[in-house]
């Protein structure tokens, strides 16, 4: 199945898994318009300084960014000589936090031309404050954080959160018993209806599905130019539920590139409250993966 678009969007669908290629045309950004997804509007609760005690989301959310970027402005300098002509400023990295709020690991996104900063970064986050763990379930979990950072020579460093993973590997027993609600493909008897479907005959559903899905990724896809300047392509896989209620919940990713993993999560976000999947006539939770393949020209 292919469109001719903007985008050229090709499509090959079973019943659990998606493929996609897609070749896209780059949105213009002044580079710091990265993502229009807003970690914070997703996760609620995270780790945070010990300092930032309210509750207001938004306060909560602006002392931690600016604790941040103050701790790093405050043990990273950039000498005006210290940049290579050809280092755009661009960085992403991301790190944990273990359930005791320390730092537990960390990853640098870098390019050929930003290996210099790597060592700085790796020393700056050595040196983070142990944060305030959150609680979910009443068990600690740790917290991760992807970061863009924007380097100017002489100038404080520009950070902004683009994404917040909270680790659910401490809520495994929990979850295991959670799990026993989400129904596999190979059982179920209706499956999802996307909207628009309602009225298409049963053998025709999950054909009506599958397009309805491809044009709303073909709809709403789209990357900033950093993605071309910084060579990234590659296969990403989401998954998610398709709940009892019709919502989408428990969007997860793997990729190569945090903005890839942004742009996948960002696009399975916007999709609408399904009919959900029914079981002995009951609704049903039922879980989607879905592998993304990004290239770019």
């Known amino acids: 199945m292919t469109f001719e678009s903007k985008t050229t ?12 290629s897609l070749n896209a045309q780059n949105q213009e950004t002044d580079g710091r318009e990265i993502t229009s997804y807003n970690p914070f509007e997703v996760a609620s609760d995270y780790a945070n300084f010990s300092e930032c005690t309210s509750t207001n989301t938004a306060e909560k959310r602006a002392c931690f960014t600016d604790k941040l970027q103050k701790f790093f402005n405050k043990n ?55 944060l305030k763990v959150v609680q979910l379930k009443d068990t600690s979990v740790s917290t991760g954080y992807v970061l ?16 917040i993973i ?15 609600d989400i129904t596999g493909f190979e059982i179920i008897e209706d ?50 539920n398709i709940e009892k209620d019709g919502y989408i919940k428990n969007i997860t990713t793997r990729g190569p590139h945090p903005l890839l993993e942004l742009e996948g999560r960002r696009i399975i976000a916007k999709l609408p409250r399904m009919t959900p999947a029914k079981h002995k006539g009951k609704p049903v939770s039922v879980p989607y993966s879905l592998p993304i393949t990004f290239k770019i020209n």
């Open 191 to 240: 499956r999802p209806i996307f909207p628009g479907c309602e009225e298409v005959e049963k053998n025709r559903q999950r054909s009506c599905f599958d397009n309805k899905m491809s044009r709303h990724i073909r709809k709403n896809f789209s990357l900033p130019e950093e993605t071309e300047e910084l060579g990234i392509d590659g296969r990403i896989t989401i998954m998610f």
């Open 9 to 20: 969007l090709l499509t090959a669908f079973t019943i659990l898994v998606f493929a996609f």
């Open 148 to 163: 863009y950072a924007k380097f100017s020579p002489g100038e404080d460093i520009r950070l902004r959160v683009i994404d």
């Open 166 to 180: 909270v680790n659910k590997e401490n809520l495994k027993k929990t979850e295991e018993k959670e799990t026993n």
């Open 76 to 130: 990273l300098k950039m000498p005006k000589d210290s940049i290579s002509q050809n280092f755009d400023g661009k960085v992403y990295f991301k790190f944990f936090t273990d359930t005791k709020g320390k730092l537990e690991s960390k990853e640098i996104f870098n390019t050929p031309d930003s290996k210099f900063i790597e060592e700085k970064i790796d020393l700056v986050l050595k040196k983070t404050p142990s």
